[in-house]
């Protein structure tokens, strides 16, 4: 039984019937290369085979009666796979269209909190005899790289499956009742205090640390990269439960080719392209924006020693992804400018101190405040900090195969909030960029034209760059 971080427990509490916080992906599947029948139950069998090389899926939360502290991650006792594992058919003809809506539909219903955080939706009738599987996981339980990590031990590197069981049967740990969990927040709430003062220690240090590093290395002051606001879009209003997804594939080579001929990041190249991609957006849309739109961008701090039991490792970058300019080299320049200072960050090392100074309130003021703010919609009220999520995560180089069947692709998905309608994550997979883009289609009816947005901006960063 482990108590969750303020960190991850947020997540639980920034849900709410629109707001939605699992993170997934869309994952494409050749079952020609696996012998024999490739279904559902197939899914299961590895599954079933590998489960305990991840424990956190056999793993439920139990919430402390009155809020009094966050949340335990228990062990199951009842954990059906065949709840988690479920089967579906794409309607015909079962191409981009169809699939996109149907992952639409399928991200738009809420996790079961009385089960384990996760669920996979096994999807047959894809065109050219492609079969799919949506994944989807609570942010509380995982970040995007905890996910890629968690879902990549159910896969091999060959069509030829690999069988690996158990050392020993599973036996669910203790599930405590409401008298013990009470009676463990309350000593929770008696270390409350020095929790706090700790926090205060470790986030003002951690602070200074930012500063000295940031301004020492040339770039500015801390106060320059810290959140200092955005423009309202349409997408920067409230949320409705509904969700529409979109994907595409761009070639990763063409990045690398922009790489070698600037110097660029992949990363500032990602983030150049979805501001060029987001400026033709609204351009078409005949939207005025009163300067630059700007993406909060995840930074992992995964191996800096900070936050060793989080399941969410995760600092965050304010990025101008500069709309406003029309020159794609000199957008890149400008957003080089600032992620190098959210790099410089992370080199002072010492934890976040967002992170640090969240574990200073107490778990029934943090729930009853974000309940709050949801139901209010603060977010009309307030000029919005960011417009956008924008994430972008290594995947395999290597071909990966499930069951014996080969990943041709894998889009992801990252959440929408209330004032921030939109998400755009792409992973990286082979010589490939798998883009997948989530919105609320009553605030971006026509959010299915960005990424081939992106894939213009992507050309047109190629030619400049020559």
Known sequence: MRRLSAFDANFLYLE????????????????????????????????????????QFRRRLAEVPLQLDHPRWVDDPEFDLN???????????GGHAELSALAGELMATQ????????????????????????????????????????????????????????????????VPGDIELLARA???????????????????????????????????????????????????APISPERSFHFRTLPFSTIKTIRRSTGATINDIILTIVGGGLARYLDHRDESVDGSIVAMVPMSIRGDGTAAADANKLMNMFIRLGTDIADPLERL???????????????????????????????????????FVASHHVSEMVDPLFNLTMSNLAGSPTPLFLGGALMVANYPLGPIYDGTGLNITALSYMDQLDVGVLACPQLSPDAGTIPTAMEAALNELLASSR
């Open 333 to 371: 320049a400008f957003i080089a400018e600032q992620t190098e200072s959210g790099k410089a960050q992370l080199r002072g090392g010492e934890g976040d101190p967002v992170r640090e100074l969240s574990e200073m309130a107490p778990a029934t003021i943090t729930a009853h405040l974000f309940r």
């Open 16 to 55: 709410s019937p629109t707001a939605h916080m699992h993170v997934g992906s869309l994952a494409i599947f050749d079952p020609s290369t696996a012998s024999g029948t490739w279904d559902a139950d197939r899914v299961r069998r590895v599954y079933a085979d590998r489960i305990h090389l991840v424990p």
């Open 186 to 236: 309350t000593g929770s709430l008696a270390l409350q205090p020095f929790r706090a003062l700790n926090a205060i220690r470790r986030g003002t240090h951690a602070l200074r640390m930012r500063r000295r590093i940031i301004e020492d290395e040339g770039h500015g002051s801390l106060a320059e990269t810290l959140p200092a606001g955005a423009p309202k879009v349409s997408f920067s």
């Open 83 to 93: 709840w988690h594992i479920r089967h579906i058919a794409v309607p015909p003809p």
């Open 111 to 174: 996790l079961d909190r009385s089960r384990p955080l996760w669920e996979i939706w096994v999807i047959d009738g894809v065109v050219g005899g492609r079969s799919a599987i949506l994944s989807k996981a609570h942010h509380a339980a995982m970040d995007g790289m905890a996910g890629i990590q968690m879902v990549s031990a159910m896969f091999d590197f060959t069509p030829e499956a690999e069988s690996v069981p158990p050392p020993e049967p599973w036996e669910p740990e203790h």
